[in-house]
């Protein structure tokens, strides 16, 4: 699908324009084009690429095949742009999607492609006719729009994963599982994934702001610089998440360690106080007196309960010398 937009000054925005225009539109110096690649099949979003805003081969290549990380490349009449959304989930199990943006920045349009939905691209679809923001500033500032509209979207990300971060802090404490530490690996493998968007696409606008683009109008700099500092303060909460998760995969094997000690010295104490009453039993057990030898008074009432009172008394007197020793 392809949504197409144009604004002219002194007119009202148009939408769904015909293939056949693109051209006359990019000729007219006063138009603001944007055109959205929406689950476009390659083969007709190549012919547009290729023949009407005659993109470079390489850098459509590289737009059709979603494996790339963020980046920028400068083609001289336009730039090349890599970006990436992600989105979380929780429901079926803990899992960060990342849905990569490519966009073509030129002097009066704007040309992004996707193969996913992509909400801040429908919210900024539908402000494009009531935002002169998104229109009445030329592409670069509308490009700034969509990227910090992309941006904005990574917070509820963070603050998602934030939160299952605090749900495991407080299962590691109270009733830690082994499922726990199934999730723990998941989140420590999702805030990697983070790491890897936010590193390179902080470096994009870095050179959004600070590099000489042709393309870019020096006055809106200062709007790439402003996204710049937002994926830096990002990029120091997510190793902020990386930590506490560290954190958390430690508390755990250390109440797991613990458990297992408790556990230990439980059967220790059991063995211990059973092993006085075993060795009695083995030696009055053993076949070497017999009532005809003259020993009949080992089998006689009163050394039956001298006998039972020192079973009972024993590991009584030993659980309570432990008591003092505080073993127990």
């Known amino acids: 699908m392809i949504h197409s937009f144009c604004y002219m000054p002194d007119q009202e925005p148009r939408t769904n324009i015909p293939v056949s225009e693109y051209a006359s539109l990019l000729a007219n110096p006063q138009a603001l084009l944007w055109i959205d690649f929406e689950q476009e099949p390659n083969e007709s979003a190549e012919a547009i690429l290729t023949g009407i805003f005659r993109f470079h081969p390489l850098a459509v290549d590289d737009a059709l095949q979603e494996t790339h990380t ?34 073509f920045l030129g002097k009066n349009f704007v040309v992004t492609h996707h193969d996913d939905p992509m909400n801040f691209l429908e919210k900024a679809r539908s402000f494009f006719f009531h935002d002169r923001r998104y229109t009445s500033h030329g592409p670069d500032h509308l490009l700034y729009k969509l990227i910090d509209d992309l941006v904005a979207e990574y917070m509820p990300v963070v603050e998602s994963i934030d939160d299952q971060i605090d749900r495991i802090e407080d299962e590691v404490l109270t009733r830690a599982a082994p499922d726990t530490l199934e999730r723990i690996f998941t989140l420590k493998r999702i805030i990697l994934n983070m790491r890897r968007i936010l590193g390179p696409q902080r470096e994009v606008m870095n050179k959004l702001a600070r590099d000489d683009f042709e393309i870019i109008d020096p006055h809106d700099r200062v709007f790439f610089r402003d996204i710049y500092d937002h994926l830096v303060r990002l990029h120091d909460v997510n190793e902020g998440m990386r930590d506490l998760i560290s954190g958390s995969l430690d508390t755990y094997l250390s109440v797991i360690n613990n458990r297992m000690n408790d556990v230990m010295k439980t059967l220790t104490i ?11 039993t083995g030696f009055f057990g053993m076949n070497f007196f017999e009532p005809v030898a003259g020993l009949t008074p080992w089998t006689s009432r009163v050394s039956f309960g001298f006998i039972l009172a020192i079973f009972i008394g024993l590991p009584v007197s030993m659980f309570i010398w432990m008591r003092r020793r505080t073993w127990v």
């Open 70 to 103: 963020p980046k920028v490349d400068d083609w001289g009449e336009y730039i090349y742009l890599v970006l990436n959304a992600m989105k979380f989930s929780s429901v079926d199990g803990l899992e960060l999607k990342t849905c990569e943006l490519d966009v």
């Open 270 to 280: 059991i063995t211990t106080l059973f092993m006085p009453i075993s060795f009695l």
